[in-house]
């Protein structure tokens, strides 16, 4: 018994203290504002009076992921990225919906309350997903899309209109996470796996040991119930730019083919060798096609 204590024990992994997170990853207390009820961090950057761009990160991560992107836009662009409630240095919602339909009114508190009318949209994966919801409900606010590898049809295990199961793995993350697990559920995200830095995967690590933030991120995957894209993508008057890893491993490039049937004005840009976080595998290679289609 007394292994068996000692071994859950060893293997325990508390949340880590939100102030030491902030000490790390937080670049000015200033980027921490109220929105829509939430706590919410985020960065803007760029000059004020230009075309504002609005950068949406997938499940697990954080703004961090477009570090190098926002670098290089903001010469141009005011660049918005944000956390989502739950994720990175963003506070859990104290709503607990961690629905699209909340996702959708944070981002339109956030453009609101930092007086952007309309705004450019690049969204990764999840983020992907509320990006081009966002494009097709609010039309008249949305610029130009661009989606990265973007989530949102049905596939094995996801359905239309059902409510998914958290495998038992994923819920045990609350209490146990260890750190080499993370890198190997990370590594797929990568068509070279190689290129996920020890940097990288604990910038990964500590954000989700974040107070609240394991239990926001399954909150997150249990009420995420997917519905059926094909009423809503032609409503999508924004050009669209489709950016694709051609080794994504998570979201097939092949799904490319549904969002240039139903999307009206879409470009598809493929980048070979590259997977699911093309934004931080190679920033320079995949910036570029993107840099293109806003500069149109």
Known sequence: MAAVVGGALWLWTPDKPRADLESRYLASPGDLRD????????????????????????????LHTWEDWARTLSAEYRVIRFDLPGSGLSEPDPTGDYTDRRSLQVLTALMDGLGVRRASLIGNSIGGRIAWKFAGGQPDRTDKLVLVSPDGFASAGFQYGVKPEVPRLIRLMRYVLPKPMLRMNLSPAYGDPSRLTDAV????????????????LIARMEQTVLEDPEPLLPRIAAPTLLLWGEKDAMIPVSNAADYRRLVPDVTLATLPGLGHVPQEEDPARSLEPVAAFLRR
Not at 50 to 56: E, F, G, Q, S, W
Request: hydrophobic share 40%; aromatic share 6%.
């Open 201 to 216: 995967l604990d910038r990964y690590y500590d954000l989700m040991l974040a107070p609240g933030g394991r239990d926001a």
């Open 35 to 62: 929105v829509a009820g939430v706590r919410l961090h985020v960065r803007d950057t760029g000059p004020r009076d230009a075309p504002a761009v609005i950068l949406i990160h997938g499940f697990g991560s954080s």
